[in-house]
Each structure stands twice: as structure tokens, then as C-alpha cells.
């Protein structure tokens, strides 16, 4: 949730692939105090400009996927249970994609 440190989406317009133009990163592995735990059944919002990391601009029709993966992601089954940051793994999501038209 740090916003674009690396091209994470698929988004095309009117068809087309848009390239990925945001800054690229590569950060030091996260310690126990970086982590979000969410609690069962919650959810965790955030926004991030668009337009930093892609070209959208020109008017159309916009299509917007999700292609990456949630580093680190662990799922904690005990409360209270700590985090096992000795093995990370990445956890990928099926998320729906998104349409929009630009006028």
C-alpha cells in the first residue's frame, strides 16, 4: 500500500495496452512493524492515482486488471500468533477488472 513502485496493473485503452510508466523500486524486506493485519471479515481501502503509474489521458474506453501479487502475505489462523518472516511468499488475488471511459 505504498502506492507505484512497480507496474502491478494491466490497463489498455480501446483495446490497446498502455504501457506502465511509474517509478521503479525494489525495497529492503519489511520487518514486523510494516505489516497490515486485518482482522476476519474487514477490508482495508486505499487510493492511488492512476494516472502516476499509466498513461490515461486520451479519451476511451479504459480496461484495468489487476496482474500482481501481494508480497509477504500471510494468513494467521491463532490471535496473537506472530509472523513468520523467515519464509515470504506471495499471495495472488482474483480481482475483477475495471472499465471506465475517459470523455
Known amino acids: 500500500m505504498e502506492?507505484?513502485?512497480?507496474?502491478?496493473?494491466v490497463v489498455e485503452h480501446d483495446g490497446q495496452p498502455r504501457p506502465y510508466i511509474g517509478a521503479m523500486a525494489k525495497r529492503m524486506?519489511?520487518?514486523?512493524?510494516?505489516?497490515?493485519?486485518?482482522?476476519p471479515g474487514t477490508s482495508k481501502r486505499f487510493r492511488v492515482p492512476l494516472?502516476?503509474?499509466?498513461?490515461?489521458?486520451?479519451?476511451?474506453?479504459?480496461?484495468?486488471?489487476w496482474s500482481g501479487a501481494l508480497m509477504d502475505a500471510q494468513v494467521v489462523t491463532k490471535a496473537g500468533a506472530r509472523l513468520d518472516l523467515?519464509?515470504?511468499?506471495a499471495a495472488h488475488l482474483a480481482c475483477a477488472p475495471i472499465i471506465f471511459v475517459r470523455r
Open 3 to 9: 502506492g507505484w513502485l512497480a507496474d502491478s496493473l
Open 29 to 39: 524486506p519489511p520487518d514486523a512493524s510494516e505489516y497490515l493485519r486485518l482482522k
Open 51 to 65: 494516472q502516476r503509474g499509466y498513461d490515461v489521458s486520451a479519451p476511451g474506453r479504459y480496461r484495468v486488471a
Open 86 to 89: 523467515s519464509s515470504p511468499s
